[in-house]
């Protein structure tokens, strides 16, 4: 976690959201924050615990997430992007005024990025427009910027009861895309190929067979897509890509690459799976 008076000594500016799909409207908030000042995200961790919600696997796996604001910098004039983490339960409490006066005397932010629909405060009850004035109040910029709209015309049909729910990109829509294996649009949600991150452990272990290497769902470190067979898919082996297909089933994850392809892992056991999707699924 970063050092509170790492806002103060460069005029941080942060962007307020859930950060957890990281796709094309989160980076947006990163774009205009770096315009403004030395951007962070300032993202809050513990709230599926705090709130009670059911438990469910990251859409980035978290030792990912640096490389995905990485490469978002070269859209934020080349300035590097820092995650800034809170606990939830520290701030759940509190009314917009004291959230507010958080930012401004315990973290010692300069300004602050927000899409139109931001709620913020105990129980929501602030919105955008609160926002702007209590960050006024205490002599901090706000910026509240549009929502980056999902233009894809045939975006699946989410049933959302949410009246946030304007038909812009979302969290929500990345983990129907991947509910129903519809890679081309993810990729178009996220502007970036998913990777999908396996972990093996002293319990669960990769098997090698020739060309083909699987690993229990178990050692998932994120969100896969549903069952079937994806095509034109890229194992990360070091700087390399290596062409594959990949085949999800009820319990493992398969990966096929072509003859030979296997050598370049070596003779030591494979630790970490690193997996980026192509278009094709069926």
Known sequence: MLRLSLFIRFGG????????????????????????????????????????????????????????????????????????????????RLSPREFVEKLSKDLGVCGVVAGENYRFGYKAAGDAAELVKLCEEYGIRAYIINSVMDKNKCSININSSNPKDRGQVSSTRVRGALAVGDMKYLSELLGRRHRLILKANNQEVFTCIKHKISAPKSCLLNLAPKEGLYENCFLIVGEKLVTSRVVIDTAQIHVEMGVGASSIFGSEGLKLLCIEFGYSQS
């Open 13 to 92: 500016v942060v962007a307020l959201g859930k950060f957890d799909a990281l796709h094309v409207g989160h980076r947006e908030l990163a774009i205009q924050a770096s315009k403004v000042g030395t951007p962070f995200l300032l993202s809050f961790v513990g709230m599926a615990e705090v709130l009670g919600w059911e438990s469910r696997p990251p859409i980035v796996a978290k030792c990912d997430r640096k490389r995905v604001l990485s490469s978002w910098s070269h859209y934020c004039g080349n300035l590097a992007l820092t995650e800034f983490e809170i606990e939830f339960s520290s701030v759940r």
